[in-house]
């Protein structure tokens, strides 16, 4: 899956320290196409002396399918990197203990004090 930026450039290694991903959809636009018919001559390429011939078909123009306007949708992956305070957050997070580090702390007191007294 493709993973973009804002302006629609290709990320090839993001960095998730420094953003995060939400899906989201491209849009690929095709034009309507107007049908051609083929238009063609036949080249003699070899003439015998009966009066056959042998003869090739030249395409001066080739045929075109026509169709009309339509759009395909990829899903894509869109980067979008952090703001300072959003930065500044995590940061924050990481260094504030979680209730498991602060339950592990008490605990290793706990016994320590049994250990101990």
């Known amino acids: 899956m493709k993973i973009l930026d804002q302006q ?23 034009d309507a196409v107007t049908a051609v018919a083929e238009q063609s001559h036949l080249k003699a ?19 075109v399918v026509g169709h009309d306007a339509y759009g395909e949708y990829e899903d894509i992956q869109r980067y ?16 504030t203990p979680t209730i498991p580090d ?9 016994r320590s004090q049994m250990i101990g007294g």
């Open 45 to 63: 390429v070899c003439m015998y002396p009966n009066g056959g011939q042998d003869v090739e078909k030249v395409v001066n123009v080739p045929a």
């Open 8 to 30: 629609g450039n290709e990320i090839l290694n993001s960095d998730l320290t420094k953003g995060h991903l939400e899906s989201d959809k491209l849009t690929i636009h095709h």
């Open 102 to 110: 602060r339950l592990a702390v008490v605990e290793e007191l706990l």
């Open 80 to 95: 979008i990197p952090y703001t300072e305070t959003e930065i500044a957050a995590i940061e924050k997070q990481k260094s």
